[in-house]
Nanobody, 122 residues
Framework: QVQLVESGGGLAQAGGSLTLSCAASGSIFSIHAIAWWRQAPGKPRERVAQITVSGGTSYANSVKDRFTVTRDNANNTVFLQLNSLKPEDPAVYYC????????????????WGQGTQVTVSS
C-alpha cells in the first residue's frame, strides 16, 4: 500500500512560480516511479513530469525547461517546481506512484493522490 498527499497548490501570477509537493508513505521502497499529472476543465488528464527510482526524469514538451521534478529521499517527498507559469498551466495537479508488486497479475499497482489546484492570474 502507498499513500500520496499533494500540497503546495494555490494562486500564482502569470510568469511566476509555484512548488508542489508529493509526500509518499506506506511501502515506499517498492515504488518504481512517481509522476505528476494534471487535468484542466474539459481536457483529458496528461502526464507532465516523471522521476524514476534511478533518478531519471522526463517531461512533457509543453512544460520542458519550465517545470522541474526533484526528490528528497530522506523525507519521502517528490517536488514539482513550476516556473514561468502560462495561462494553459492552471489545472488540478495529481501525484501518481507505480508500485512494484510481484504478486500482482500486472506486476505493479497504481496509486493517486487527491490532487492540488493550481490557479494562474494575469
Amino acid at each position: 500500500q502507498v499513500q500520496l498527499v499533494e500540497s503546495g497548490g494555490g494562486l500564482a501570477q502569470a510568469g511566476g512560480s509555484l512548488t508542489l509537493s508529493c509526500a509518499a508513505s506506506g511501502s515506499i521502497f517498492s515504488i518504481h516511479a512517481i509522476a505528476w499529472w494534471r487535468q484542466a476543465p474539459g481536457k483529458p488528464r496528461e502526464r507532465v513530469a516523471q522521476i524514476t527510482v534511478s533518478g531519471g526524469t522526463s517531461y512533457a514538451n509543453s512544460v520542458k525547461d519550465r517545470f522541474t521534478v526533484t526528490r528528497d529521499n530522506a523525507n519521502n517527498t517528490v517536488f514539482l517546481q513550476l516556473n514561468s507559469l502560462k495561462p494553459e498551466d492552471p489545472a488540478v495537479y495529481y501525484c501518481h506512484a507505480a508500485e512494484v508488486v510481484l504478486t500482482s497479475p500486472s506486476g505493479w499497482q497504481d496509486y493517486w493522490g487527491q490532487g492540488t489546484q493550481v490557479t494562474v492570474s494575469s
